[in-house]
């Protein structure tokens, strides 16, 4: 799990992601980023209502994609700001799937 000090809390910043920031899609996810100068990267999970209906499912795949996160957060180059979006797929995925797909993600930058 992220440390509370790692995890993008302010909607401002969230909505700044996500109208200004790049973006890369998987067939499970899609990662949005922005370069940041606030001097560590954040990040957070946002998982859509339409996806998951009822809250335990939406909430095993927020922990999900933040264990994720957790485990590639020290691969950063730079200070970023980044959202995963879960998709559809999220759910049928397998978590090393997940990993490896991310994994690629990571090496691109």
């Excluded at 790692?6 to 969230?14: A, G, H, T, V």
């Excluded at 922005?34 to 335990?56: A, E, Y």
């Amino acid at each position: 799990m992220l440390k509370k000090t790692e995890r993008i809390k302010k909607s401002e910043l969230i909505s700044l992601v996500l109208s200004k920031g790049q973006s890369w899609r998987s067939a499970d996810f899609i990662l949005k980023y922005l370069d940041s100068n606030l001097g560590t990267s954040l990040f957070t999970v946002i998982v859509p209502k339409k996806l998951f209906k009822t809250v335990v499912q939406k909430n095993k795949y927020r922990r999900r994609g933040m264990s994720l996160l957790a485990k590639r957060k020290d691969q950063q180059k730079k200070d970023r700001l980044l959202l995963l979006l879960p998709g559809p797929n999220f759910l049928k995925a397998k978590f090393a799937d997940l990993e490896k797909e991310l994994n690629r993600f990571f090496k691109q930058l």
